[in-house]
T-cell receptor, first 114, second 109 residues
């Protein structure tokens, strides 16, 4: 069966520090991978998605970046965090891109920028 | 563009039915989803419905879709305290899911 792992689960970082959140998927190959963010009291916003190694699409301009160095690994990074980067970050995966392919989520990472 | 709206809060008593509503704007959406998020956790897929269906039932969950009005609802029968969570409606475009802001369901004993 397929599983998705995301870490760290919680993170407290000072403003201006770097960020690295990692996500891996097991039990499938060539998944589509996604990073979503849920800010306090708000819905989920798609940040990045990837359909293959080295292929990253950004949905919103921001000081975050994503990379996919391996088929089942997706990394969310920042060189200098802002207070507004605080939130709950969710990695997700799907097989294929058609609307019928369900997207499955990891357990999320809580980021607090202080 | 795509937009999904939900009411923010719903409170029910244990044993009652809960109905969570959602409206969406993208008429080309072919799949619509309901996700559940428990405190501090990721999103759990509850159910989904294809746009050519009006209703889908899965145990205590019933999804109703009114495609003309772009209205989706999730009914939870015999609501339990363990159903307390945030429920997200989402519409599926080609590359991504677009989510509503979520409805916080509070179930009191």
């Amino acid at each position: 069966s397929q599983t998705i792992h995301q870490w760290p689960a919680t993170l407290v970082q000072p403003v201006g520090s770097p960020l690295s959140l990692e996500c891996t998927v097991e039990g499938t190959s060539n998944p589509n991978l996604y990073w979503y963010r849920q800010a306090a009291g708000r819905g989920l916003q798609l940040l990045f998605y990837s359909v293959g190694i080295g292929q990253i699409s950004s949905e919103v301009p921001q000081n975050l970046s994503a990379s996919r160095p391996q088929d089942r690994q997706f990394i969310l990074s920042s060189k200098k965090l802002l207070l507004s980067d605080s939130g709950f970050y969710l990695c997700a995966w799907s097989v294929g891109r058609s609307p019928g392919n369900t997207i499955y989520f990891g357990e999320g990472s809580w980021l607090t920028v202080v | 563009g795509e937009d999904v709206e939900q009411s923010l809060f719903l409170s029910v008593r244990e044993g009652d039915s809960s109905v969570i509503n959602c409206t969406y704007t993208d008429s080309s959406s072919t799949y619509l989803y309901w996700y559940k998020q428990e405190p501090g956790a990721g999103l759990q897929l509850l159910t989904y419905i294809f746009s050519n269906m009006d209703m889908k039932q899965d145990q205590r969950l019933t999804v109703l879709l009114n495609k003309k009005d772009k209205h989706l609802s999730l009914r939870i029968a015999d609501t339990q305290t363990g159903d307390s969570a945030i429920y997200f409606c989402a519409e599926r475009g080609f590359q991504k899911l677009v989510f509503g802001t979520g409805t916080r369901l509070l179930v009191s004993p």
